[in-house]
């Protein structure tokens, strides 16, 4: 499950589209353009996991906390601290936590780039807009440049007024589809250093597994 995390949460600096229609670009850059003027974000999320070959559904929440390649994100049992060198990943039930080497670079989507994701490497189309729960919201298709990428598309919902990410849906080689929904996005919230480590005090007893 922390994979599928990992990989989905790789969503603001230079743009590189290529061979994308102007509306998705256009919409694209102004995400990009209000994303670019956060300091930190932060947001919770709900997941959901449709496994078509096992017939099984999986739903999640969580909440990350991102400042530049920093990040704090906590999912059901499991919490994954970077402060942008080191990685510290918690899991509740055993009270272990492992470290390795911050990885910032994985095949897809990562907790430092989950709002950002779209900005290299994809074909992009603007799909449809609707209109839920009285707000519009724009969507577009991304299709990876690269046919090894482990998914085929990746489907943003963006709120056209805010030009904020709403959600993402991922559809994998493999027949899964993984949904992300932005439950609640905070710009700019305060952040420290303790924010992005690990203080093994606060955890009794926990077992360090040190994979470095």
Do not use: C
Not at 90 to 115: C, H, M, R, W
Not at 121 to 134: I, L
């Amino acid at each position: 499950m922390t994979k599928k995390i990992i990989i989905f949460l790789l969503l603001l600096t230079q743009i590189s589209f290529a061979q994308k229609d102007n509306r998705s670009q256009e919409i694209l850059k102004s995400v990009s353009a209000k994303y670019k003027t956060f300091k930190s974000v932060s947001a919770t999320f709900r997941l959901q996991i449709d496994d078509k070959k096992s017939k099984t559904n999986q739903t999640q929440n969580g909440s990350i906390l991102i400042n530049g390649d920093k990040y704090n994100l906590s999912i059901t049992g499991q919490q994954i601290i970077s402060d942008g060198k080191t990685s510290w990943t918690y899991l509740k039930d055993a009270n272990e936590v492992q470290v390795n080497d911050a990885q910032n670079k994985v095949d897809g989507i990562s907790p430092t780039n989950i709002f950002s994701i779209y900005e290299k490497g994809f074909d992009s189309r603007f799909a449809e807009e609707k209109t839920e729960g009285g707000k519009s919201f724009q969507y577009i298709d991304l299709k990876p440049l690269d046919k090894g990428k482990p998914y085929f598309k990746i489907q943003l919902k963006i709120n056209k007024s805010e030009k904020t990410i709403s959600g993402a849906t991922v559809h994998n080689n493999n027949g899964s589809i993984i949904t992300y929904t932005i439950v609640k996005f905070t710009p700019n919230p305060a952040v420290k250093d303790s924010d992005f480590s690990f203080d093994s005090k606060k955890y009794p007893g926990v077992e360090v597994v040190d994979l470095r």
